[in-house]
């Protein structure tokens, strides 16, 4: 079995590069870059520098303890949550930018739902003096006013879009038809493993290091350089990739991935995308899609803002179909519960996306030696009112 992508940018039967005519020659133009550019030492070397001094990389891997005691084995945290921004974001958007620059791009764009992304996106072209524009839809811009405050101070334009819902897929639709119209000086930064060949595996590459990381943290703390287990949330899929890529060929790792279930997969007010999803085309990708009876797409729901996409990496997709990763659905009052557990008796507040990771803690059986390694996607700062306003409804 072969987990990896393909020369036509397929993983198995999911993946493709489904885009208009006018694009065709700056996604090929991708496709023909990204890989000499990410290998070549030149890249790899300021790539590092600023993981490092920038990012504050390697992030720490930490053993829970207590969190150890409650599920009876070895749970160890990747702490993405300490990175610059506050999420594993910003690994890829510093490693695009820098392939954007080298391709001689002067202008970036970027679509963003709750913002996370948006933000980062901002944060790095402040960092290199590259012009930014973020297209978030206008529902998102008024739910996630501090994100937008954020990203104006950074110097980006945050144009609202005010197209169907208002929300992440339109803001996509609408960054898609910039770059359309700028295809020669643009360089469209794309959030997570979703959309045309090459962003899947480019960004799984920008996140890898990830996995590059546990492989080493864990061969010093337990003398081998894997676990038993993998757990990450999957919204489009990036954090995850990032933590399963130098494990996907080792059978011996199990992979557990958390979709957001929302109020229940059966409620119609879900993202659990592989669970509900059938096969469709979503932003240039043939991948497991949210839809109705018309292959109208319908918009998920989940009380985390960053795991609402109706479509999903198409990786994901072809590990579930070949059974390589076991896909559990949290729904939102388990991952609340996971959240306040783990800010209980740990002392870390996990972004609420990262808590669906730890929510399907519980829902697996361990045995006592179990090595365990879950990514803490990011901080739960932005999450706080979403946490404040569910400890008032129990009390
Ligand atoms: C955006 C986000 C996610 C979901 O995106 P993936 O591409 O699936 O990783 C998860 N956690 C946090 C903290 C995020 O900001």
């Given at each position: 079995?072969?987990?990896?992508?393909?020369?036509?940018?397929?993983?198995?039967?999911?993946?493709?590069?489904?885009?208009?005519?006018?694009?065709?020659?700056?996604?090929?133009?991708?496709?023909?870059?990204?890989?000499?550019?990410?290998?070549?030492?030149?890249?790899?070397?300021?790539?590092?520098?600023?993981?490092?001094?920038?990012?504050?990389?390697?992030?720490?891997?930490?053993?829970?303890?207590?969190?150890?005691?409650?599920?009876?084995?070895?749970?160890?945290?990747?702490?993405?949550?300490?990175?610059?921004?506050?999420?594993?974001?910003?690994?890829?958007?510093?490693?695009?930018?820098?392939?954007?620059?080298?391709?001689g791009k002067r202008r970036i764009?970027?679509?963003?739902?709750?913002?996370?992304?948006?933000?980062?996106?901002?944060?790095?072209?402040?960092?290199?003096?590259?012009?930014?524009?973020?297209?978030?839809?206008?529902?998102?811009?008024?739910?996630?006013?501090?994100?937008?405050?954020?990203?104006?101070?950074?110097?980006?334009?945050?144009?609202?879009?005010?197209?169907?819902?208002?929300?992440?897929?339109?803001?996509?639709?609408?960054?898609?038809?910039?770059?359309?119209?700028?295809?020669?000086?643009?360089?469209?930064?794309?959030?997570?493993?979703?959309?045309?060949?090459?962003?899947?595996?480019?960004?799984?590459?920008?996140?890898?290091?990830?996995?590059?990381?546990?492989?080493?943290?864990?061969?010093?703390?337990?003398?081998?350089?894997?676990?038993?287990?993998?757990?990450?949330?999957?919204?489009?899929?990036?954090?995850?990739?990032?933590?399963?890529?130098?494990?996907?060929?080792?059978?011996k790792v199990k992979i557990v991935?958390?979709?957001?279930?929302?109020?229940?997969?059966?409620?119609?007010?879900?993202?659990?995308?592989?669970?509900?999803?059938?096969?469709?085309?979503?932003?240039?990708?043939?991948?497991?899609?949210?839809?109705?009876?018309?292959?109208?797409?319908?918009?998920?729901?989940?009380?985390?803002?960053?795991?609402?996409?109706?479509?999903?990496?198409?990786?994901?997709?072809?590990?579930?179909?070949?059974?390589?990763?076991?896909?559990?659905?949290?729904?939102?009052?388990?991952?609340?519960?996971?959240?306040?557990?783990?800010?209980?008796?740990?002392?870390?507040?996990?972004?609420?996306?990262?808590?669906?990771?730890?929510?399907?803690?519980?829902?697996?059986?361990?045995?006592?030696?179990?090595?365990?390694v879950l990514t803490v996607s990011?901080?739960?700062?932005?999450?706080?009112?979403?946490?404040?306003?569910?400890?008032?409804?129990?009390?």
């Amino acid at each position: 079995m072969n987990y990896q992508i393909d020369e036509n940018g397929f993983y198995g039967t999911f993946g493709g590069a489904y885009i208009p005519e006018i694009l065709h020659g700056c996604v090929e133009n991708l496709r023909n870059n990204y890989l000499p550019i990410m290998e070549s030492d030149d890249f790899k070397q300021e790539y590092d520098q600023l993981l490092r001094d920038y990012v504050g990389r390697p992030s720490p891997l930490y053993l829970a303890q207590r969190l150890s005691e409650q599920c009876g084995c070895n749970v160890y945290l990747k702490r993405e949550d300490l990175n610059h921004t506050g999420a594993h974001k910003i690994n890829n958007t510093i490693g695009q930018i820098l392939l954007a620059r080298r391709m001689g791009k002067r202008r970036i764009i970027a679509e963003t739902g709750a913002g996370q992304h948006g933000v980062a996106t901002a944060t790095v072209c402040a960092l290199m003096n590259m012009e930014c524009v973020v297209y978030m839809g206008k529902t998102d811009v008024e739910r996630q006013h501090i994100n937008v405050q954020k990203m104006q101070m950074l110097g980006a334009t945050v144009r609202p879009v005010t197209s169907g819902n208002m929300t992440l897929k339109d803001a996509t639709n609408e960054a898609i038809r910039d770059w359309c119209c700028h295809p020669s000086d643009t360089f469209y930064i794309i959030g997570s493993t979703v959309g045309p060949h090459p962003y899947p595996d480019m960004v799984a590459r920008m996140q890898s290091v990830i996995s590059r990381e546990i492989k080493r943290q864990l061969a010093e703390k337990t003398g081998r350089d894997y676990p038993d287990y993998l757990f990450a949330c999957v919204g489009g899929g990036s954090n995850a990739a990032g933590t399963i890529y130098h494990y996907l060929d080792n059978e011996k790792v199990k992979i557990v991935l958390a979709e957001a279930g929302g109020k229940g997969i059966d409620t119609g007010m879900s993202a659990a995308t592989i669970h509900l999803g059938r096969l469709g085309v979503i932003h240039g990708s043939k991948t497991l899609v949210m839809q109705n009876e018309d292959g109208q797409i319908e918009e998920p729901y989940s009380i985390s803002a960053g795991l609402d996409y109706p479509g999903i990496g198409p990786l994901y997709a072809h590990l579930a179909q070949a059974k390589r990763a076991t896909v559990l659905a949290i729904n939102d009052d388990e991952a609340l519960e996971a959240a306040f557990n783990l800010t209980r008796i740990e002392g870390i507040i996990p972004a609420l996306e990262s808590a669906h990771a730890l929510g399907a803690l519980k829902k697996t059986k361990f045995n006592p030696s179990d090595v365990v390694v879950l990514t803490v996607s990011g901080r739960g700062d932005k999450d706080m009112e979403t946490y404040i306003n569910a400890l008032k409804n129990n009390h």
